[in-house]
């Protein structure tokens, strides 16, 4: 997947501080929830999986209904009753493929935000709100063809990724997939990096990712072995060079970008100057972009 390749891909991000125990997780097979039941949701989702990556970052994973059909990339809403009684909705991309039998998301905690200050207390067996609506930018639909796919990430902006790189259509689109993501600190990465990983192992890609997916991951703010903003390794060509790729424009790539409004904003300039032009559901075309939170 990623062998062969210099500097920030194929070298695991160095911890300075291993944790002792890795991310605790909880699965409703082995644990029953410590919280009585909430009342019956409107569009109730069961939590059947939940696990804590770092003290402002978890993924969990809810049963699917039934009759949800989505695309891989798209984002649904979901959330809990507020204290009024009325549903607290946030957007969220669903991390897992469309082919998945569970829906998986990852999600920051802020401490005072109205939604996750509470969802990270979520336990299997408890219920979410999942309204079954789900749409959005970051689909295979909203591109034309091309040789080669980016996936640029930051934050928890790899998480419409989390289900594209698991979907073989990517495979079937494109001869190279490329995901990039960059997070202030190395325990960050490690939910894209795990999953990468487990990635070779699945019985159903396994063999469609070996040698097309190729991984870069990349810190800002503590060391690792691939420091700096992904747009400043743009810039300045490494990110390119690091890869073996040699051109990159209209006529073969394509992106999907997905961080902040900051970050985006730098993307587009980036990839439009390269030619790429903004694609959409209606007009497909080289690149595409969704906020992976608004703020
Ligand atoms: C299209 C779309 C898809 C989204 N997908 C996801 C997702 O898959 N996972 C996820 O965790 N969030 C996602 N979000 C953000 C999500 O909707 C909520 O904002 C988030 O769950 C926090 O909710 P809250 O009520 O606790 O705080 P809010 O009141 O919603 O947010 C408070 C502040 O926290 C910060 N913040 C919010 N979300 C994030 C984030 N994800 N990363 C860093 N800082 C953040 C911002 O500064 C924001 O102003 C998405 C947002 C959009 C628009
Ligand atoms: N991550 C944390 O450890 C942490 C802890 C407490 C609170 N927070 C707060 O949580 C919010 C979100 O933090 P976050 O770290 O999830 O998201 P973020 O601020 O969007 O940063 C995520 C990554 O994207 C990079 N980035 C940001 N803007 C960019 C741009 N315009 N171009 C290229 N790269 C860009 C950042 O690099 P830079 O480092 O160079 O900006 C960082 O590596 C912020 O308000 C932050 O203050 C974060």
Redesign the pocket.
């Given at each position: 997947m990623d062998q062969g390749l210099p500097l920030c891909t194929g070298v695991p991000p160095q911890r300075p501080d291993p944790p002792d125990e890795g991310p605790e997780t909880v699965t409703q097979t082995t644990t029953e929830p410590d919280t009585p039941r909430a009342p019956a949701l409107p569009d109730a989702a069961t939590v059947t999986e939940v696990r804590h990556w770092t003290d402002r970052l978890f993924s969990f994973k809810v049963e699917r209904p039934r009759s949800l059909r989505f695309r891989s990339g798209e984002?649904v809403m979901i959330g809990l009753l507020g204290d009024t009684g009325k549903p607290?909705l946030?957007?969220?991309?669903i991390?897992s493929p469309a082919w998945a039998d569970e829906l998986e998301?990852?999600?920051?905690k802020?401490p005072?935000?109205?939604?996750?200050?509470r969802?990270q207390h979520i336990r299997p067996g408890d219920q979410i709100i999942l309204r079954p609506k789900p749409v959005?930018t970051l689909v295979h639909d909203a591109l034309l063809p091309g040789k080669r796919i980016w996936f640029f990430a930051t934050?928890?902006?790899i998480?419409?990724f989390a289900s594209l790189i698991r979907d073989p259509q990517t495979y079937e689109d494109y001869d190279e997939v490329y995901l990039t993501h960059t997070c202030r600190d190395v325990a960050e990465l490690d939910y894209g990096r795990e999953l990468v990983d487990s990635l070779r192992e699945d019985p159903l890609i396994g063999e469609m990712v070996e040698g097309k997916l190729f991984y870069y991951p990349t810190t800002t703010r503590e060391e690792s072995p691939c420091m700096g903003r992904i747009t400043t390794r743009m810039e300045d060509g490494r990110l390119f060079s690091d890869l073996g790729v040699e051109s990159f424009g209209p006529e073969t790539d394509r992106a999907m970008v997905c961080g902040?409004l900051a970050f985006n904003t730098d993307m587009k300039a980036l990839l439009e100057g390269a030619g790429l032009r903004e694609g959409a559901n209606s007009e497909p075309a080289e690149y595409v972009v969704?906020?992976?939170?608004?703020?």
């Open positions: 984002f607290l946030r957007a969220y991309s991390a998301f990852y999600s920051i802020v005072d935000g109205p939604l996750t200050s969802l959005g934050g928890t902006g998480a419409p902040s969704e906020k992976a939170f608004v703020g």
